[in-house]
């Protein structure tokens, strides 16, 4: 079973650049396919990246493409996302995800393991 811990939000201005970070540990890293997620306040939890275990496939929501990109490096176990041109309401807590399979998903439902959340806040 994969443990996920997420690092790096904060506070950045409009138009600013933020990487988060998902590290894992206590599961074979390159088994998983990784996503991240994202919650407002009083919203539901909304897919943004996701990114095969071969790390060729990638997939992106329509609001953050050609902005955020997903990546990650096998030999430190962690994905990441970097968010560019960021706008206030990619506020949120974002939230690193890993499922069991070759394919990449947007569903919530269809990820087996969740980190704890990192808080993302953009002011205008």
């Known amino acids: 079973q994969v443990q996920l811990a997420e690092s790096g939000g904060g506070l950045v201005q409009a138009g600013g650049s933020l990487r988060v970070s998902c590290a894992a540990s206590g599961g074979t890293f390159s088994s998983y396919t990784m996503g991240w997620f994202r919650q407002a306040p009083g919203k539901e939890r909304e897919f943004v990246a996701a990114?095969?275990?071969?790390?060729?496939?990638?997939a992106y929501a329509d609001s953050v493409k050609g902005r955020f990109t997903i990546s990650r490096d096998s030999a430190k176990n962690t994905v990441y996302l970097q968010m560019n041109s960021l706008k206030p309401e990619d506020t949120a807590v974002y939230y690193c995800?890993?499922?069991?399979?070759?394919?990449?998903?947007?569903?919530?439902?269809?990820?087996?393991?969740w980190g704890q959340g990192t808080q993302v806040t953009v002011s205008s």
């Open positions: 995800a890993a499922r069991i399979g070759t394919y990449v998903k947007i569903l919530p439902r269809d990820y087996d393991y």
């Open positions: 990114l095969t275990r071969s790390g060729i496939s990638t």
